[in-house]
């Protein structure tokens, strides 16, 4: 069985960084494809950072580009995303996700429907 733990997540104040993490389990490939998404109540999923251990390739949309770095440790089992320079907008609740890809795959955007395994979230407070 597969499971993701994120860990991480906490209170910091505008210009701050956070690193989050994800310990992932059960999930045997010889790429991985993994993502970080966040959903605040009332507002829809977002992903906002994306790696494809093949290449590796990674993806971020443009909110938070050049802010947001996304990486695994040697063996893939831990997925990382380290969040700098957080703004009051970036609060929300983290998830870390895995899917199936082919070995070239690259997102254009990032669909949270085509994720087969999930996180139970961490959270992300940033206070102005």
């Known amino acids: 069985e597969v499971y993701l733990v994120e860990s991480g997540g906490g209170s910091v104040q505008a210009g701050g960084s956070l690193r989050l993490s994800c310990s992932v389990s059960?999930?045997?490939?010889?790429?991985?494809?993994m993502g970080w998404f966040r959903q605040t109540p009332g507002k829809e999923r977002e992903g906002v950072a994306f790696?494809?251990?093949?290449?590796?390739?990674?993806y971020y949309p443009d909110v938070v580009k050049d802010r947001f770095t996304i990486s695994t440790d040697n063996a893939q089992n831990t997925l990382y995303l380290q969040m700098n320079s957080l703004k009051p907008e970036d609060t929300s609740t983290y998830y870390c996700?895995?899917?199936?890809?082919?070995?070239?795959?690259?997102?254009?955007?990032?669909?949270?429907?085509?994720?087969?395994?999930w996180g139970q979230g961490t959270q992300v407070t940033v206070s102005s």
């Open positions: 996700a895995v899917r199936l890809c082919s070995p070239d795959y690259r997102p254009a955007f990032m669909d949270g429907d085509e994720y087969n395994y």
């Open positions: 059960g999930y045997i490939a010889p790429w991985k494809c």
């Open positions: 790696i494809n251990t093949k290449g590796p390739y990674t």
